[in-house]
């Protein structure tokens, strides 16, 4: 029956048939199914299955089965196997700042042995899976099942040149450190808009890999959830806006990121007064630093195309003259309450570190006290180190939260104390206040309070002075001179 609906041929008319689902919800295109048999191996607790958050893909493998009418399979080949398109079906979420990916979009599991012998990019399994999808959008609303969710658009995608010469190059450094026997260690943060994820239900499944006896996690080819935002605001939705590029139309470049980089080492030794008269922004500007390195790139605004695609976060650097870094690096407060729930495979704060590349800007205080551009440097969290004393201070900050273990005690002096992670206990990370005022709180886990010691004045043990986690200023020094900088 599946011929009578569309040409399975045709990449538009895959696209215009797919376009008839915008409007309904998945519990409709369920219903108007059942009776036209294009449900495949249809039983009681169909819909049930379907609509579970533990079955992956659920909402997927329902649009395949009761709109496109074919059985949803795990198959190498694409959905549309005859017009070379495959089905992607992914949500997305409205937040306080607009709409945004909800997820990262998986392509293709990642086969160590087998991706070796890819002979490039053009010819691998994953630009097969990628070169043409229908994406199929939903929106995804905290408190109500995605049965009850409307497909919101539909579209064929193929990624934009300026796009596709970055890809290829975030494949080539996957591939690269496969070939090194490292797969272990990759990371989603080694690259910008394709990513390395890991894809397995249970944690502690590996794989061989060719050339090291050090068993991988299973990972997945993947575009980031900041190239799915971008993909939904710039191309599926109209109207959003849009961001400078760094590379501009008809510039052809082979490493964009080495190309970042010469262009900001152009300034070396330029002081920050220098560079905000050359470029014409006051020099009182809020965030001058980081300003001054985009003007150097060419971009005008704020942020890039490029960079909000990969979600780059980039951050200023300030090498003192005594060559340390006064200031440790701050992230967003912790939610104890969110926190008391996470483990640590899937947590807010390691999860950031892994999908992460941070672009460094890099100043050094000369003898006058001006401070002068050092550098730019991409960079994003070894894996040992991620896996080593960060993961132990999020364990144990998560223990001490979850468990209702907080203390205060005042010291001698009358500084009240915590028994959070400290700096001069751990090499790389540590907790510490991220607020305005001690009375700027959080609330704890229902049913856990602070523990408060003699002599200390607190007056609601249910909540706390906002936390972050940090990560140390000598690590980050530690890293700089590593890459040589």
């Known amino acids: 029956m599946r011929e009578d609906l569309y040409d399975k041929t045709s990449p538009t008319d895959i696209e215009a048939y797919g376009k008839k689902m915008i409007g309904k919800t998945m519990r409709q295109i369920y219903k108007s199914r059942i009776d036209k048999e294009l449900i495949h191996d249809k039983q009681e607790g169909y819909l049930s299955s379907h609509e579970d958050k533990n079955y992956k893909g659920g909402i997927g493998n329902l649009i395949e089965e009761c709109w496109f009418g074919y059985a949803a399979n795990s198959d190498a080949q694409a959905d549309f196997s005859d017009a070379g398109v495959e089905l992607k079906v992914t949500p997305y979420m409205k937040t306080s700042h607009g709409f945004r990916a909800k997820e990262r979009l998986v392509l293709t599991m990642i086969n160590y042995m087998e991706i070796v012998k890819e002979r490039d990019f053009e010819h691998s399994h994953l630009w097969e899976k990628a070169q043409l999808i229908l994406l199929v959008w939903y929106l995804h609303a905290k408190g109500i099942s995605d049965m009850d969710s409307t497909v919101d658009f539909v579209q064929l995608f193929t990624p934009p040149p300026e796009d596709l010469a970055i890809i290829r190059s975030d494949y080539q450094k996957i591939i690269t450190k496969i070939k090194a026997g ?262 704890l886990p229902e049913g856990t309070h602070i523990h408060i010691g003699k002599g200390v004045a607190w007056s609601n043990p249910d909540a706390y002075t906002k936390h972050c986690f940090w990560l140390n200023n000598n690590y980050i020094l530690r890293q700089i001179k590593q890459a040589g900088n």
């Open 182 to 443: 490292k797969a272990h260690e990759l990371s989603e943060g080694d690259t910008l808009y394709l990513g390395a994820c890991t894809k397995s239900s249970n944690s502690k499944v590996r794989r061989q890999q060719p050339f090291s006896d050090t068993e991988a996690k299973p990972r997945a080819f993947s575009f980031k959830n900041s190239y799915m935002t971008y993909i939904l605001l710039h191309y599926i939705m109209p109207g959003k806006q849009t961001y400078e590029p760094i590379v501009k139309e008809g510039q052809h470049i082979a490493n964009f990121e080495r190309y970042v980089t010469d262009r900001i080492a152009r300034y070396r030794g330029a002081s920050i007064s220098n560079l905000a008269a050359h470029f014409q922004i006051a020099s009182h500007a809020k965030n001058i630093p980081a300003m001054l390195a985009f003007r150097i790139l060419g971009v005008t605004g704020n942020n890039c195309e490029e960079f909000e695609k990969a979600g780059i976060a980039v951050k200023t650097i300030r090498i003192q003259r005594n060559g340390r870094i006064r200031e440790n690096m701050s992230f967003p407060s912790i939610n104890y309450r969110e926190l008391a729930k996470e483990n640590w495979e899937d947590c807010t704060f390691g999860n950031y570190l892994r999908n992460t590349r941070f672009f460094f800007v890099i100043y050094h205080e000369d003898s006058d006290g001006e401070y002068r551009l050092q550098g730019g440097l991409f960079w994003n969290m070894p894996a040992k180190d991620l896996e080593g004393d960060v993961r132990a201070v999020w364990q144990e900050t998560h223990d001490i939260i979850s468990r209702g273990q907080l203390s205060l005690t005042c010291s001698r002096n009358g500084t009240i104390i915590n028994n959070l992670p400290k700096k001069a206990n751990h090499p790389i990370s540590h907790v510490r206040p991220h607020a305005r005022t001690r009375d700027d709180t959080s609330p």
